[in-house]
């Protein structure tokens, strides 16, 4: 199937139509479809940007899930179920890393968002242990039976921990 040679006279054929005031879409033989001269303003316009508070708790949640994962990891792979500095330290290490790994993920890396991050590792740190007592089953399905039995000895519920001790609101 052979196509017919174009020459400058179709080329200009081509610009007035395009030019043409009365048209808000001319016909382009090569795509076999009709194309907008001009795009509305409401194709244009930017689409907003979520807010500073959403944003912020979207980076403190991240941070919390670090210090989930963190806290899933010491307890399931490396058995360490007891409070000690040692434990505190490592908790610190492995959420510091997740979080570093999952804001990149998410592109969550500027400075606010990483003080964000930050204080949703400090919140989970001091309050943490209240999502055990509010789902103790299913805690005890991520995390083990004993840690749970020991959370739920060592502390109260709606309660925060602050330097080893618990303060009950």
């Known amino acids: 199937m052979a196509t017919r040679k174009y020459?400058?006279?179709?080329?200009n054929a081509r610009v007035k139509n395009i030019k043409n005031p009365r048209n808000k879409s001319y016909y382009d033989p090569d795509l076999g479809m009709h194309i907008p001269k001009r795009v509305t303003r409401e194709k244009i316009a930017k689409p907003q940007e979520p807010s500073f508070l959403g944003k912020f708790i979207v980076s403190m949640i991240i941070g919390a899930l670090a210090l989930l994962f963190a806290q899933v990891i010491r307890i399931r792979y490396f058995g360490l179920i007891e409070q000690s500095d040692v434990v505190f330290y490592l908790d610190l290490f492995i959420a510091f890393w997740a979080m570093v790994l999952f804001s990149a993920m998410l592109d969550r890396r500027k400075v606010v968002e990483r003080f964000a991050?930050?204080?949703g590792i400090a919140v989970m740190l001091t309050a943490g242990h209240n999502l055990i007592w509010r789902w103790p089953e299913p805690m005890a399905m991520i995390y083990t039976a004993e840690y749970v039995d020991q959370i739920m000895d060592v502390t109260t519920?709606?309660?925060v921990v602050y330097r080893g001790t618990v303060f009950g609101l």
């Open 7 to 11: 020459d400058i006279n179709d080329f």
């Open 157 to 159: 519920q709606h309660s």
């Open 117 to 119: 991050q930050v204080a």
